[in-house]
């Protein structure tokens, strides 16, 4: 199930909240919007603007800048529901658990972590029912074990 994966980790705190900012006004180059780039700005999210509810946004924020760089939210490409919500869960169990501190510690000890892996999600989730149009466009239960 797990692959090798070395994540790009991050030098700056202002790196990512550069990333995050970018997302937010939807300014980020889309090359810069990477597996790393997704999860720091996930834990800067909920660590550091609890004036966004994210559980209530990230669907919304997210599809909004795929759209502003040219992206397509569909059956097949662009925001993924259940994926996002996963790792949702996932940086928050993170930030529950590290002992880390400043924002760049946090995201590149998450990125070395499980819940930073490319697959995490696959641990609660079949290929079949994670990579289906109904889990993109909306959440789904996982079919596994539940999320944390």
């Given at each position: 199930m797990t692959t090798d994966y070395?994540?790009?980790l991050f030098e700056?705190?202002?790196d990512i909240r550069a990333i995050g900012e970018g997302l937010l006004a939807r300014t980020l180059p889309r090359e810069a919007w990477t597996h790393e780039a997704h999860l720091g700005?996930?834990?800067?999210?909920?660590?550091e603007r609890p004036d966004i509810d994210i559980d209530a946004?990230?669907?919304?924020?997210?599809?909004?800048y795929n759209e502003s760089v040219?992206?397509?939210?569909?059956?097949?490409?662009?925001?993924?529901?259940?994926?996002?919500?996963?790792?949702?869960?996932g940086v928050r169990l993170f930030l529950s658990e590290t002992a880390e501190t400043g924002l760049s510690a946090?995201?590149?000890?998450?990125?070395?972590?499980?819940?930073?892996?490319?697959?995490?999600?696959?641990r609660f989730y079949s290929r079949e029912l994670l990579f289906s149009v109904p889990a993109r466009r909306g959440f789904v239960e996982p079919d596994l074990m539940p999320l944390p």
């Open positions: 070395s994540p790009r700056r705190d202002s700005a996930c834990l800067w999210l909920v660590s946004e990230i669907a919304t924020i997210i599809s909004r040219g992206g397509v939210n569909d059956d097949t490409q662009g925001y993924h529901d259940s994926i996002t919500r996963a790792y949702v869960a946090r995201v590149n000890a998450m990125l070395r972590s499980d819940v930073g892996r490319r697959d995490w999600p696959l």
